[in-house]
């Protein structure tokens, strides 16, 4: 593998959660793989999970690592070529990128979206850039557009908890009082159209994904009405696609809110949110805190779905 961006990176999806799985099993298999490789992962966005996770998948394949919070350490950096730079940004992009390849073997990117410019945001411009010109494999801590470390753990987690072979995952838009990237919900179902799963998507009218990211999956107005019977219950806020309201929080509906009358309308579901999650707006306290939420071993695949990626990009160096 010489890029991890998008769900079409990875492959076919049975082979990559066997291979995630026995990496799970045994998660120190492959310490030599690493070794004398560095990995540079760099934040353009803050993180708790995939901060960690990624440095402890990469440490268990014996690679060092280094980690820069380019708006806290290091200089600001300009991302638009041609911009005259008399503002506060030090550095362009342009230079900064094969500096940072010439000390690493592998970049990892974390830079959200801008949710200004819908077009730009859309043709991931500063992810393409580390693409083009590092000369390195590069893979997204989440970009604009899509959080592909997480659907994989995403997808590992409901494998490892489906009750049925084809159950039914319902992605649930819920409220959030900040504007929020389209990019968790439009990867989780970039991952789910992927598979053979029963895939239905729960948003308010003025909510709707691209339907590029849509793509075969039932789009639902009413909340109530697509929880019926679902297995996995995937909560997630994310701000408006459209195009004349492009990143507005429209509303802060509460009677969104997953909670435990909601909980009751499926098929004894298990609850799913990729994290971080504002409790009593996204979910209430007693069905985070239920024996049927995931939260937990959701985020601890993240480690696994990293090494997964790691150690394919290792391979193929
Ligand atoms: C981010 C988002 O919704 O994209 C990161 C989630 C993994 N969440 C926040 O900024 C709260
Ligand atoms: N789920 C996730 O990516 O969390 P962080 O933003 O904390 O990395």
Not at 21 to 47: H, V, W, Y
Request: include cysteine; charged fraction near 25%.
């Amino acid at each position: 593998m010489k890029k991890f961006t998008t769900v079409a990176d990875i492959g076919p999806l049975d082979k990559a959660v066997s291979e995630a799985l026995e990496i799970k099993r045994d998660r120190f298999a492959f310490t030599d793989l690493g070794k004398n490789k560095t990995l540079l992962m760099l934040f353009f966005n803050s993180s708790l999970r995939t901060r960690l996770s990624t440095q402890k998948a990469a440490m268990n394949l014996g690679m060092n690592v280094m980690v820069l919070d380019v708006n806290q350490g290091a200089w600001k950096l300009e991302t638009e070529r041609g911009v005259i730079m008399d503002g506060d940004k030090a550095e362009h992009l342009l230079e900064a990128i094969p500096v940072m390849a010439s000390y690493c073997d592998i970049i990892g990117v974390r830079s959200f979206a801008g949710l200004k410019d819908r077009n730009e945001d859309y043709e991931e411009r500063v992810l393409q850039q580390f693409i083009d010109l590092s000369g390195r494999p590069v893979f997204s801590m989440e970009a604009a557009t899509r959080h592909p470390l997480q659907s994989f753990a995403d997808l590992i987690t409901i494998e490892e908890h489906k009750r049925t072979p084809r159950p039914k995952v319902v992605m649930t838009w819920a409220p959030h009082p900040r504007a929020l990237p389209q990019a968790v919900p439009n990867s989780f179902a970039e991952w789910m159209n992927a598979t053979d799963y029963d895939f239905v998507i729960a948003n308010p009218e003025g909510y709707d994904l691209a339907p590029e990211f849509v793509g075969r999956a039932i789009v639902e107005h009413d909340q109530r009405r697509a929880l019926e019977g679902a297995d996995f219950v995937y909560a997630k806020n994310w701000s408006a696609y459209e195009a004349q309201n492009y990143g507005k929080v429209l509303s802060q509906d509460r009677d969104w809110t997953v909670d435990a009358e909601k909980m009751a309308l499926t098929n004894d579901a298990a609850f799913m949110h990729c994290l971080p999650v504002r409790r009593n707006m996204i979910v209430t306290d007693d069905v985070i805190e239920s024996p049927r939420s995931l939260v937990i071993p959701e985020a601890a695949n993240r480690e696994i779905s990293a090494q997964t990626v790691l150690k394919r990009l290792l391979e193929d160096l």
